[in-house]
């Protein structure tokens, strides 16, 4: 009885907000896909089965949301790209503000370290997302595409550190006081940490930051290497920051998005109930699920998304490789 509780007032406001927004989306969606034999709710209600189950791949393999949304929904989707990528920013947006306050009350995640990649992330995102507006559609699908790839690699070859051995906080970071301690029940211990290369991940942020505004993918594919790896953060931390560092990035590159028109509520909300439904479901499941398995299947449709998405760039110049 108390689940129910809990879940119908959540209920009544998506129904609320649906139907609010139902006259507003038809009239994008009939602007954007001119002659459709379907009728306007049957790829609502796709997108929404859809993303319940990226959902559950998102928390089992564990990926952002925006990572899995863009490639798939741009590649095997007949919605326009730049509508993808606002509400793929969204969608992103979305899970890390309702993560950000529990990881900053547990302290995993860390403010000092999160607001200098912010500062310059968020900006850089703004630049992004006003360049890929303005480019033609072949060219940012052909980028997508092969940003996709690289992301597999990233994901097939990229080592963790749970805790990096940094000897000495460079002059940067000891300027800034980037440092903590957090609680690690593994080891029943207090870990602190340190970073060191500030200026070198400030830089990585400048890429980061431009990359995630003009694809809308979010960026914790990249953030989690950088802080990790790059910088020394412990891994825990490094995960936790780049969660909240999303909340700031993707509002940035959001806004502009929204301001051009590019975020249509008959997709932002079956996609955000959608996702997050299956995050709920994805959790119970990840407790009995195998790693291995999910990680190998989120690279593999990872892996025919970006092909797919590279296809559809190339038939711009009459070239195709996969229907």
């Not at 798939?72 to 606002?86: E, K, L, M, Q, Y």
């Not at 400030?202 to 979010?218: Q, T």
């Not at 909340?247 to 955000?272: C, E, F, H, Q, R």
């Not at 959608?274 to 190998?296: C, D, E, T």
Request: charged share 10%; net charge positive; hydrophobic share 55%.
């Amino acid at each position: 009885m108390i689940k129910i509780y809990i879940f119908k007032p959540f209920f009544h406001w998506f129904i609320f907000i649906f139907f609010l927004f139902i006259p507003f989306s038809i009239l994008s969606a009939e602007s954007s896909i001119p002659d459709s034999k379907y009728s306007w709710w049957i790829w609502p209600l796709i997108l929404l089965i859809v993303t319940f189950l990226m959902g559950i791949i998102a928390v089992l393999g564990g990926v952002g949301g925006g990572v899995l949304f863009v490639p798939i929904i741009s590649g095997f989707f007949p919605f326009h790209i730049d509508f993808v990528r606002g509400t793929g920013l969204l969608v992103a947006l979305c899970g890390a503000l309702a993560a950000g306050p529990e990881l900053l009350k547990s302290n995993l995640a860390s403010l000092r370290l999160a607001m200098p990649m912010a500062l310059i992330a968020s900006t850089m995102a703004i630049v992004g997302a006003m360049v890929g507006l303005s480019l033609p559609t072949h060219l940012i699908e052909l980028s997508l595409g092969t940003t996709i790839l690289g992301i597999v690699l990233i994901m097939l070859f990229a080592k963790k550190s749970d805790f990096p051995n940094v000897q000495k906080a460079d002059s940067l970071s000891t300027a800034l006081q980037i440092t903590g301690i957090y609680n690690e029940p593994s080891l029943k211990s207090e870990i602190s940490w340190k970073i060191h290369r500030t200026w070198a991940g400030l830089l990585s942020f400048i890429i980061i930051g431009f990359m995630a505004g003009i694809f809308g993918l979010g960026a914790g594919w990249a953030n989690v290497p950088v802080l990790n790896l790059l910088m020394g953060a412990p891994m825990k931390v490094s995960v936790a920051t780049s969660k909240f560092l999303l909340s700031i990035t993707d509002t940035s590159a959001a806004w502009i998005y929204l301001n051009k028109g590019a975020v249509i509520p008959l997709m932002v909300v079956p996609s955000l109930v959608g996702i997050m439904l299956g995050s709920f479901l994805g959790v119970r499941i990840l407790k009995i699920a195998k790693p291995s398995f999910i990680r190998w299947m989120v690279i593999g449709i990872l892996f025919f998304a970006g092909l797919k998405t590279i296809s559809k760039g190339l038939e711009y110049y009459g070239l195709t490789f996969f229907e």
